[in-house]
């Protein structure tokens, strides 16, 4: 795999050279910075979805919002495994 570069995804609302310079400005970037960059990525999509379960459930607690984005996040079918379905209470 030495020598190969990834392919990218081509980006339908931006040039190709911004899209270029972008892609080199991650590649020169350290590891570290680009693993942040991805968990801060991670957390601004959780919050997002957090915000928008808020809207749909304005009264329920922190503690059923999170069981919703659970659900929401893993699906019916891995939700089930690794919380268990109904009646596995």
Do not use: S
């Not at 020598?3 to 970037?29: A, C, F, N, W």
């Not at 910075?33 to 749909?56: N, P, Q, S, Y």
């Not at 059923?64 to 659970?70: N, V």
């Amino acid at each position: 795999m030495a020598g190969r570069r990834p392919k990218y995804k081509t980006l339908l609302d931006t040039p190709p050279q911004v899209q270029r310079v972008h892609y080199e400005m991650i590649h020169r970037m350290p590891l570290d910075r680009r693993l942040e960059l991805v968990f801060d990525t991670c957390e601004m999509g959780r919050g997002i979805a957090m915000a928008g379960l808020k809207m749909r459930h304005p009264n329920a607690t922190e503690k059923e919002l999170w069981w919703l984005w659970a659900h929401q996040h893993l699906g019916q079918t891995l939700f089930d495994e690794v919380y268990g379905g109904p009646g596995d209470e």
